[in-house]
C-alpha cells in the first residue's frame, strides 16, 4: 500500500520525513535505518541534525546502512558518498562509527564484498526505515531501468541518463564514475517501512509515472507500489501532474 503525503515545501515534507524517523528511533532505539544519498534528502538530514541537538532524537544505538556508492570512488573523494554522508549527517549526530555501513566503493572480490553487505544486513535484523530519493529516469538506489533487475547488492553500469543527471556533482561529465554499487531490490523492498522523498517539478513526471505506470522494470520504483508499507513525500511541485482527487490535506491512499 502506498501513502502519499504531500507538503507546501520541501522543508515540510523533510520535517515530516523525520517526524516517521523519529517514531521509529523511539519505538526501537537500536533500529536500523536505510539511508539515502543526492540532493533531496539534505534538508531531511539537516532536520535531523536539528532535533539531535535539541536532545530529542539520540542514535547512540541506530545502525545505518547506506544504498549505494560509486564505484572506483575511495572513501576520502570528496563526491563519493561516503565522504557525503559524513560531511552532511554522520559528523554532526553520536551515531558509533562501527555501526555505520555505506557499501565500498574499491572491494578488491566485488562478488564477495556484495554478498557480505547482504549478509551484515540481515545480521543487523533487516532494515527498520529505509529512505529513498527518486532518479529522474525512476531509479532507486542505483537500480537503473533495464530488461532485468538484480535482487541483492550488485555493480552496476550507470545509464546515460543518470550520469548526465549525477554530473552536476563533478568536475565535468568524464568524470562521473560508469559503474556503482547498489543495494539490489529485494534488499530495498525487504525494509519494513519505506520512505520516498523527492521535490521540486523536475521530479513531478517521475512521480506521475511512479504512481500511474505498470509496475515494470523500466521503472524500477514502480515496485514500490508492491510493498506493504510505503509513505511517498513530495512537494506541491513534485505533485504538479497528479490529479486533484488525491492532492488534498493529509494522507491519500493511492
Ligand atoms: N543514487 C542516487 C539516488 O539514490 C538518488 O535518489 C538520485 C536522485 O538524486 P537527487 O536527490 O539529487 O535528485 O541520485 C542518485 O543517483
Redesign the pocket.
Known sequence: MVKLWIGEHAQAVAEHAVDLIEQTIKGKPACVLGL??????LKTYQEMIRRYREGRLDFSQVTTFN??EYYGLDERHPQSYHYFMYENLFRYINIPRERIHIPCGTPQDIEAYCRHYDQRIAESGGIDLQL?????NG????NEPADELQAGTHLVRLTED?IQ??ARFFPSIDDVPRQ?I?MGMKTILSARKIILLAEGEG?AMIIKKLLESAITTQLPASFLRLHPDVTILIDREAAKYLPSSITGEGHSIV
Not at 529513498?132 to 529522474?136: D, E, F, H, N
Not at 531509479?139 to 542505483?142: K, R, V
Open positions: 539515502a544519498t543526492g540532493s533531496t534528502p544504498l549505494d529513498l530519493g527518486i532518479g529522474p531509479h532507486i538506489g542505483f543518470t543527471a549525477n556503482a547498489t521530479k
